[in-house]
């Protein structure tokens, strides 16, 4: 019971946003801020929409990026214009021997909440960016419905600040039921993704969108749910119809019963099981 999602898809782009932008004056800060954008917009993960509005959604003036790859939990890379350019957190500059200077506090916007990423340009530490990220609050419950269920959630990531403690604290989740996906599975998720099949059977239907994927997931892990208590109570009924049939017969009076009190009984136990569908089902969607 696994479902991958891709982690643009579990912050809300428009809400996410910038905080701070500290500058260290080693290369012209129009040039930082483009090159960020450029990264970010490239790797396509939760931030895209914050450096959107950086360059007026005006894509077109961002530089190419080549040779573009994610490093496992620590940021991206890039050549722009023949330079290296590292964008991740503080473990990224490090192993690309890029030293951050020891005035730099960046506990105290971690504790308020925020993340910190830091941009590098040719060897040489060009900004400090600090980051805030919002949870899609639109498949928030239907989450917290597969986490009930015993769903598990794996990741497709390019984000260097979302790990699974992060959607854990988001989500209310369990650290157990989350994954982050490696770089060559994240990969392969990717590729498929970008390349729907033309047709295929239709287990459900939905409009492509991460929040009717994990409705119409919660819908079907319902209707599972229901269909096990019609079976039930189905059985239940044919029981009780079993042991009111033999008690009858043992008291001699089956034959003597009138034909209301028959249909009465079957009234009442019709009601009662519509009344036990409705409340199961009522308890499914309150949770």
Not at 205 to 227: D, V
Request: overall charge positive; proline content about 3%; hydrophobic content about 45%.
């Amino acid at each position: 019971n696994v479902v991958i999602i891709d982690s643009k898809d579990l912050f809300d782009q428009k809400a996410c946003s910038m905080c701070d932008f500290t500058d260290f004056y080693n290369v012209r800060i129009d040039d930082a801020m483009l090159y960020a954008a450029a990264m970010v917009i490239r790797s396509g993960g939760p931030l895209t929409g914050v450096f959107d509005q950086v360059v007026v959604n005006r894509r077109d003036l961002l530089p190419p990026v080549k040779s573009f790859s994610y490093e496992e939990r620590q940021g991206i890379s890039g050549w722009i214009f023949g330079q290296k350019v590292v964008l991740g957190n503080r473990m990224m500059m490090v192993n690309h021997n890029i030293q951050i200077p020891e005035t730099v506090d960046e506990d105290k916007h971690i504790i308020a909440g925020r993340e910190v990423m830091y941009l590098g340009i040719a060897h040489k530490l060009a900004a400090m960016i600090v980051v805030e990220y919002a949870p899609n609050e639109k498949i928030r419950p239907y989450l917290q419905k597969l986490r009930d269920s015993g769903v598990s959630i794996l990741v497709r990531n390019c984000d260097p600040n979302v790990n699974e403690a992060m959607i854990s604290s988001c989500y209310d989740m369990r650290l157990n039921n989350i994954k982050i996906l490696n770089s060559s599975s994240g990969r392969i998720f990717k590729k498929y993704k970008s390349r729907p099949k033309l047709s295929s059977r239709a287990a459900a239907i939905h409009n492509g969108t991460p929040y009717t994927f994990m409705k119409s997931l919660c819908l079907a892990s319902t209707l599972r749910q229901m269909f096990k208590v019609s079976g039930l109570l189905t059985m239940l009924g044919i029981l009780m119809g079993f042991v009111i049939v033999l008690v009858l017969s043992a008291m001699n009076v089956i034959c003597d019963l009138p034909q209301i009190f028959v249909l009465l009984m079957q009234i009442l136990v019709t009601f009662g099981f519509i009344g036990i569908v409705n409340i199961v089902s009522i308890g499914n969607s309150s949770k």
